[in-house]
């Protein structure tokens, strides 16, 4: 074989072990790509969990009357921003 097959057959090799390389990669890419949407949506879950969770902490408290001035004010805040929506929703429907 010439030296000149011998280069062409060994660029060649490289160039068939760089394909199949960068094919492990795209694969690679894909997996993580998904792995980061599923985390991203268990992330978007937990943190509602969390937020229904601390309302309902809100609310117990509440009915015990164990809330400080603080803790009362931003209850009625939020209780208010209820009110509006629902109100806002009301008029939506009735409009």
Do not use: V
């Not at 090799?13 to 094919?23: I, P, S, T």
């Not at 992330?43 to 509602?48: G, L, M, V």
């Amino acid at each position: 074989m010439s030296e000149l097959q011998t280069n062409i057959k060994r660029i060649n090799d490289k160039l068939q072990k760089l394909l199949r390389q960068y094919n492990q990669l795209l694969k690679d890419n894909e997996r993580q790509s998904k792995l980061i949407k599923e985390l991203q949506e268990t992330k978007e879950k937990n943190t509602q969990t969390i937020s229904e969770l601390q309302q309902q902490a809100g609310i117990l408290k509440a009915s015990t009357g164990q809330m400080n001035a603080a803790e009362k004010k931003a209850f009625e805040k939020h209780i208010n921003q209820y009110i509006k929506e629902i109100d806002k929703c009301i008029g939506l429907l009735g409009g």
